[in-house]
């Protein structure tokens, strides 16, 4: 259980364009879910929170104007990357959260398998 | 500032001996601390969870210390395997509502038979 999935797995696009990637939990509900972007041999940097039905929220020094999250179903939240650039590319990655296990309180994160975005 | 810190270089170890994982934090006051698996190219893999008021906790082969004192924690393989060889990351909870995580840039682990 507990199975994330995203698409594409990987996007070659052109300077300018703009990409959509779609992030699915597969066997469960979630009404939140995480986008991450990450840079070859860097952690994960959280981009912003999608909450189902409502507006996302996003980390400091992120511009929602230029990754929109829509979040429109318990199942199915999207990234799009508008007009993007060169320094965009990187594996975005999303995450879900789990049950919460006994403790209800703090949840562990299933992950998808990411995507590869090129911008030439 | 905050920090998370791990050791960024690489950790080679013989197969069957125990790797230790270190995972410092800063200026941080996390709930709980949780450790994950990242393969080349892949999405994380959750291992393990423990809270602020837990010193250790073990999961088959895996075994987790988390010291608010010291603010650290250890993260151990034993017996290790070649199929262990991964890059291992910890990841902060400050058990606020909306359960965001904050992570280390992660260890990358080498286990040579």
């Known amino acids: 259980g507990a199975v994330v999935s995203q698409h594409p797995s990987w996007v070659i696009c052109k300077s300018g364009t703009s990409v959509k990637i779609e992030c699915r939990s597969l066997?469960?509900?979630?009404?939140?879910m995480f986008w991450y972007r990450q840079f070859p041999k860097q952690s994960l940097m959280l981009m912003a929170t999608s909450n189902e039905g409502s507006k996302a929220t996003y980390e400091q020094g992120v511009e929602k104007d230029k990754f929109l999250i829509n979040h429109a179903s318990l199942t199915l939240s999207t990234l799009t990357v508008t007009s993007a650039h060169p320094e965009d590319s990187s594996f975005y990655i999303c995450?879900?959260?789990?049950?919460?296990?006994?403790?209800?309180?703090?949840?562990?994160?299933?992950f998808g398998p990411g995507t590869r975005l090129t911008v030439t | 500032s905050q920090k998370i810190e791990q050791n960024s270089e690489a950790l080679n170890i013989q197969e069957g001996k125990t790797a230790t994982l270190t995972c410092n934090y800063t200026?941080?006051?996390?709930?709980?601390l949780q450790w994950y698996r990242q393969d080349p190219g892949r999405g994380p893999v959750f291992l393990l969870l423990i809270r602020e008021n837990e010193k250790e906790k073990r999961k088959e082969r895996l075994k987790v210390t988390f010291d608010t004192t010291l603010k650290q924690s250890l993260f151990h393989i034993t017996a290790s395997q070649p199929a262990d060889s991964a890059t291992y990351l910890c990841a902060l909870d400050m058990g606020a509502a909306g359960n965001k995580l904050t992570f280390g840039g992660g260890t990358r682990v080498l286990v040579k038979p």
């Open positions: 995450s879900a959260p789990g049950s919460g296990g006994a403790f209800k309180s703090s949840y562990e994160q299933y």
């Open positions: 066997d469960f509900q979630a009404t939140t």
């Open positions: 200026n941080y006051s996390p709930a709980y």
